[in-house]
């Protein structure tokens, strides 16, 4: 196990109603927020009332800033760092999921930001990380507005942690690159599972996956000796397969729905990093998927993880065995691990499948004829992607291949 030090300072407010408190947590901030959501499913659903309510009870001015997308984009980031600036905003209030979020954090951090947002999402994160290490003058986002979350979506885990992801649909080709840091982890976030009833079906699935995909990102290490996070990890993941399929068959099913949104925030808030490092080769992968072709983070998750699994896992096949064996019950005594390893990965595709995702480029009306490109671009700003196994462009196009 590596040394580590872990802070996770979000006020997790959690349960039925709890939209009542997001009020009493913004008014710790400041009296002026930029209420920053999506296509407007807040205002049907019932969730806008009661933010607003919350917060003209306790004294909090609020513009609005809508319009953002599930892939969200650098364009109307920059709109609402103008807004937040012209209006003073003491802080930024995200209601709604992941791409709000990430949108509410990067307008957070351009606010107080005096160039473009964009040079951080830019940044070499393998070299920017040595030289913070060495001490160097670089590059870092060390400061932004408060953020406030009321989460209506458990997916991306956005709600608790450093990361945010941006598409750079102005000057680089709809470039999708994240950035992490402490500056943007929510100060607080309000989680009422009963506001996830009436999502669409394909937004639960997609949800489950990227939750999924965010503990085996973490799951798939080379550090040894980390059996308290392994069983943790996997603890969480049990929870995602044995509850995504029950918040598909019953919407209103409370104890489901709570169960998912509980994994979301813990899959992604940094404690199960705690002591290894994780992978996220992955995600650096899918995100060129939803660059050029809008598909849903979780959709291009279920496409890509089962063949990066394929692609890496003889580089350390005991960690793909206790998966089998922990997750899917695969016998220990199973003489031929390939096919203990395969049948495991076969087992997560059907999984998939079973929530109506694709798990196939081709299912997604993907061919062939970008597969080079998007692997170029997955390295544009940094030499390999994923810490399990080091992939340059050639493994990424080939972990294309193999998702045809």
């Known amino acids: 196990m590596n040394n580590f030090t872990f802070s996770s300072p979000t006020t997790i407010v959690f349960g039925r109603g709890v939209e009542g408190e997001t009020g009493k947590q913004s008014r710790k901030y400041g009296t002026k927020a930029l209420l920053v959501y999506g296509g407007g499913s807040i205002k049907t659903n019932g969730v806008y009332d009661k933010v607003v309510a919350s917060l003209q009870e306790h004294g909090v001015e609020f513009w609005e800033f809508s319009g953002v997308q599930p892939n969200p984009t650098l364009s109307h980031v920059r709109k609402g760092i103008a807004l937040c600036r012209e209006i003073g905003a003491d802080l930024v209030l995200a209601v709604g999921g992941g791409s709000v979020i990430d949108s509410a954090k990067a307008i957070a951090a351009g606010a107080v930001y005096e160039g473009d947002i964009w040079d951080f999402f830019k940044t070499d994160s393998i070299k920017l990380k040595q030289a913070v290490e060495a001490g160097d003058d670089v590059l870092v986002l060390k400061e932004a507005l408060p953020v406030g979350v009321v989460l209506t979506i458990p997916a991306a885990g956005s709600e608790a942690s450093t990361a945010m992801v941006i598409t750079n649909d102005e000057g680089e080709a709809n470039i999708k690159r994240g950035y992490n840091s ?65 918040a598909m068959e019953n919407p209103e099913d409370y104890e489901a729905r709570a169960q998912l949104n509980f994994a979301g925030w813990i899959a992604h808030n940094n404690l199960f990093s705690c002591g290894r490092i994780g992978d996220w080769g992955s995600h650096m992968i899918q995100q060129e998927l939803s660059g050029l072709y809008d598909i849903a983070h979780g959709a291009g998750l279920s496409i890509v993880f089962p063949a990066w699994m394929k692609y890496v896992y003889k580089h350390n096949p005991e960690r793909f065995v206790q998966f089998a064996v922990r997750l899917f019950h695969t016998n220990w005594a199973f003489e031929d691990k390939d096919r203990m390893i395969l049948g495991a990965i076969e087992s997560l595709e059907r999984f998939f499948t079973d929530l109506g995702l694709p798990t196939r480029l081709s299912h997604a009306g993907i ?32 972990i294309y291949r193999l998702a045809l």
């Open 182 to 246: 402490e500056a943007v982890i929510p100060r607080f976030a309000v989680i009422n599972p009963e506001t996830n009833y009436t999502l669409p079906p394909y937004q639960t699935a997609c949800g489950s996956a990227d939750i999924l995909a965010h503990l085996m990102e973490r799951y798939f290490t080379n550090v040894t000796e980390v059996d308290i996070t392994d069983r943790l990890i996997e603890g969480a993941m049990q929870t995602v397969l044995q509850y995504a399929p029950v």
């Open 367 to 398: 061919g062939e004829d970008k597969l080079r490109e998007m692997a170029e671009r997955a390295v544009l700003y940094t030499p390999t992607v994923g810490n399990f196994v080091k992939l340059d462009a050639d493994d990424i196009y080939n």
